[in-house]
């Protein structure tokens, strides 16, 4: 739900912009001191674009290059303005829409992190508690052997062994006859 929002606000801001940006135009044009600097400005870009022009196609470079009139350097210094603003929006919007979407990343890999974390915990204990339940089986596994209780602790069997021949009764027969000789 957030992602749409973000995206729309976005475009809004997009939209926003360029109605701004011929706002600025339109005072550039009507502010006196504004209107010089932008003039001046003018200019002196007609001039750079003019000479790396001249460089590119070979052309003289020590020719005198005609300034602009008034009217033509306003206007392409206003439309210079308002490209810039927005473009400096549409670049803000992309800085901003990056940086969230690497705070989500670094979010979800702190998730994911913490989550493997719990993990190696939870394995860790497990591992202790086998290790202390197989150290407990063998203390009552030598009580037994000691006190002669072998028969009532049966030794494990790993899957697909046989019994023993000494073995083979079921265990309730052996529990009645321990039962009955008591």
Do not use: C
Not at 38 to 67: C, K, M, W
């Amino acid at each position: 739900m957030v992602l749409p929002l973000m995206k729309l606000g976005t475009l809004l801001v997009k939209t926003i912009s360029k109605p701004l940006a011929s706002q600025l135009k339109h005072q550039a044009k009507v502010h006196p001191r504004f209107r010089q600097s932008i003039i001046n400005f003018a200019q002196r870009n007609h001039r750079v674009t003019t000479q790396i022009q001249r460089r590119i196609y070979g052309h003289a470079t020590d020719v005198e290059i005609r300034p602009l009139n008034e009217e033509k350097a306003v206007q392409a210094a206003v439309d210079l303005i308002g490209e810039l603003f927005i473009f400096a929006v549409g670049g803000g919007v992309v800085i901003f829409e990056v940086q969230r979407s690497s705070r989500s990343e670094a979010r979800k890999e702190e998730a994911r992190k913490q989550e493997l974390e719990e993990l190696k915990k939870k394995d860790e204990e497990l591992e202790k508690r086998m290790a202390d339940l197989q150290s407990k089986l063998a203390e009552v596994e030598e009580l037994a052997k000691a006190r002669g209780l072998t028969g009532i602790f049966k030794a494990r069997q790993q899957p697909g062994t046989s019994t023993t021949k000494g073995s083979s009764e079921k265990p309730d027969e052996k529990s009645s006859d321990s039962s009955s000789s008591s």
